[in-house]
Nanobody
Framework: QVQLVESGGGLVQPGGSLRLSCAAS????????MSWYRQAPGKERKLVAT????????NYADSVKGRFTISRDNGENTVYLQMNSLKPEDTAVYYC?????????????WGQGTQVTVSS
């Protein structure tokens, strides 16, 4: 059973930094791309960043390019999101995401989310 557990959210002032972590279990972590999404109040969930299985390629939403960095540690089954130069518009619940297939249909899994609030 896939489990994703996010941590590291909190309240930070504009311009500050946070690092989110997502601990994964229940699947072969090193075989799958991982993503971070976020959902602001009253808005749809949106893709923030994706990293390939070996970590060699990353992609970012235009709104976070140059400020956020996604990384992973396949030995620790963990994916990270380093967030710098945070803005009030980054306030959202951040979710870890993976699509897994073990020979059958692809199944999308989400963590419980971690709240990030950027405010002075």
């Amino acid at each position: 059973q896939v489990q994703l557990v996010e941590s590291g959210g909190g309240l930070v002032q504009p311009g500050g930094s946070l690092r989110l972590s997502c601990a994964a279990s229940g699947f072969t972590f090193s075989r799958y791309a991982m993503s971070w999404y976020r959902q602001a109040p009253g808005k749809e969930r949106k893709l923030v960043a994706t990293i390939t299985s070996a970590g060699g390629n990353t992609n970012y939403a235009d709104s976070v390019k140059g400020r956020f960095t996604i990384s992973r540690d396949n030995g620790e089954n963990t994916v990270y999101l380093q967030m710098n130069s945070l803005k009030p518009e980054d306030t959202a619940v951040y979710y870890c995401n993976v699509d897994v297939s073990t020979g059958g249909p692809w199944v999308t899994s989400w963590g419980q989310g971690t709240q990030v609030t950027v405010s002075s």
